[in-house]
């Protein structure tokens, strides 16, 4: 009999975690493996320790494990310890609502390609509110979330992350753990480190999780502009830039911000190419909100404010982690280390 350890980072997720394990429970075949479910708690105030304890008598296997540190690196690595050796670790967020044969097709295709080290599927985005409705149509466009990105995919094949990751147990005997010290964007590094191990990521279309997506702008700047940041300190550990999209957004934040002073004291032919740069994001913008507000009868200046936190909090934190570790060789600040919801 096949043993899973299904890990669930959680910290304050009150509002989401008990149909997270609804959903894990009602996967086909679930009966047929030795499965244990350890939820790992950030110790959340807001009740949602009460409600997994409430949960436990219900759920065979399921479990509740501190995380003391809070953060999701720590979250990983405890859920991964707590379940001993198995033969896969599916990692799961307290937010994403996995489909039924999620469990069953990542197996599927881990034991039958011994190259494929990791399996994730399809995010289809969801919200509690207005605010998080427009989020979510807009981070379900290539121009929200750039060319190539996971979340946008819509055939199965081979990519360079996925989130909801299901692997063999041997990877993290090969390739180590998740890094600690990344508070944001350990699951970028440790697919990069996947990757430079001769392992491939698999993304499988004909599986889907549900993530409910921050609810307001606000929440939303502050993930992205972390996301950025922190992809900074990803690139200086390995020396290397993981993938090329990742520079998109702050080249264009740095040519918005450096080519507007430049371009008012220089001849009017550099004017003229900055303005033409300008006008072709915001006809690009435009184009893609009036088709969303079209197709879903919403405001058409909120989806372009959307589109904007998506490209400038994440350009503006790469810039500030460029700033901070690159020019400075500072380590990460504190405030940074504080996760948004």
Not at 61 to 79: S, Y
């Amino acid at each position: 009999m096949l043993k899973i350890s299904i890990v669930i980072p959680c910290r304050n997720e009150v509002q989401y975690i008990q149909e997270c394990i609804e959903h894990i429970y009602a996967s086909e075949n679930f009966n047929q493996w030795e499965v244990g479910v350890y939820i790992v708690d950030g110790m959340s105030d807001d009740g949602t320790r009460e409600k997994i304890q409430s949960l436990l008598p219900a759920y065979k296997g399921l479990q509740l494990v501190d995380n003391e540190k809070q953060l999701t690196p720590f979250a990983f690595n405890l859920g991964i310890h707590a379940g001993g050796k198995v033969d896969f670790v599916q990692i799961i967020g307290a937010r994403h609502m996995v489909s039924p044969n999620y469990l069953q097709l990542c197996i599927e295709k881990l034991e039958s390609d011994a190259s494929t080290w990791c399996v994730g599927g399809r995010i289809e985005n969801e919200y509690i509110n207005d605010e998080g409705r427009i989020i979510a149509h807009a981070m379900s466009t290539s121009f929200g979330m750039g060319l190539g990105n996971f979340r946008t995919l819509n055939e199965s094949g081979y990519t360079d992350t996925v989130t909801s990751p299901m692997y063999p147990y041997w990877v993290f005997e090969k390739i180590g753990f998740f890094d600690e010290e990344l508070i944001r964007n350990q699951d970028d590094d440790f697919n990069f480190r996947v990757s430079k191990a001769g392992g491939r990521i698999f993304f499988e279309n004909r599986i889907s999780l549900r993530y409910y997506v921050r609810g307001t702008f606000n929440g939303l700047w502050r993930q992205f502009f972390q996301y950025g940041y922190w992809k900074v300190y990803v690139n200086k550990k390995h020396k290397a830039v993981t993938t090329i999209r990742q520079m998109v957004p702050p080249a264009f934040v740095a040519y918005m911000l450096s080519l507007l002073p430049m371009a008012l004291v220089l001849p009017s032919l550099l004017f003229d190419i900055y303005f033409l740069g300008c006008l072709a994001y915001v006809l690009l913008m435009g184009q893609n909100a009036w088709k969303l507000s079209n197709q879903h009868k919403e405001s058409f200046f909120q989806y372009c404010q959307t589109f904007l936190i998506l490209h400038f909090s994440y350009g503006l934190g790469y810039l500030k982690g460029i700033q901070e570790f690159l020019i400075l060789g500072k380590k990460p600040s504190q405030k940074q280390k504080r996760l948004s919801r």
